[in-house]
Nanobody, 124 residues
Framework: QVQLVESGGGLVQAGGSLRLSCAAS????????MGWFRQAPGKEREFVAA????????VYANSVKGRFTISRDNAKSTQYLQMDSLKREDTAVYYC?????????????????WGQGTQVTVSS
C-alpha cells in the first residue's frame, strides 16, 4: 500500500509564500503523475497542478499559473508545490494525489492515491 503525507501548510499573509511537500512511502511507487488539488469550504475539490513523474512536464490551473510551481524529486518519491504571491482565495485544504492512469491528470477521479490534506490559510 502507498501512503502520501503532506506537510508545509499554515497561515500566511496575502502576498506571502508557502512550500508544500508530499512524500510517498510504502511499496514501490511508480506513478504516471502526481498532482495537487484543493478544496475550500462548501466547494468541490479543484485541480491546482500536476507533474508527470518521468518527464517532469507540468500542468497548471489558470488560477495559479505564474504564481505556483510544482516539482518533484524522484529519488525521494516526493513532490513539492511552491506557492508565491498567495491570495485570500487560495485558502483551502490542499491534497496531494498520485495516479497511475496516463490521461486527464487534472481530474480528481483518476487519482489512485491521496494524502490526508494540509490546511493553507491566507489572511489579508
Amino acid at each position: 500500500q502507498v501512503q502520501l503525507v503532506e506537510s508545509g501548510g499554515g497561515l500566511v499573509q496575502a502576498g506571502g509564500s508557502l512550500r508544500l511537500s508530499c512524500a510517498a512511502s510504502g511499496r514501490t511507487f511508480s506513478p504516471y503523475a502526481m498532482g495537487w488539488f484543493r478544496q475550500a469550504p462548501g466547494k468541490e475539490r479543484e485541480f491546482v497542478a500536476a507533474v508527470i513523474w518521468d518527464t517532469g512536464n507540468t500542468v497548471y490551473a489558470n488560477s495559479v499559473k505564474g504564481r505556483f510551481t510544482i516539482s518533484r524529486d524522484n529519488a525521494k518519491s516526493t513532490q513539492y508545490l511552491q506557492m508565491d504571491s498567495l491570495k485570500r482565495e487560495d485558502t483551502a485544504v490542499y491534497y496531494c494525489g498520485g495516479t497511475t492512469q496516463t490521461v486527464f491528470v487534472s481530474l480528481a477521479r483518476v487519482y489512485n492515491y491521496w494524502g490526508q490534506g494540509t490546511q493553507v490559510t491566507v489572511s489579508s
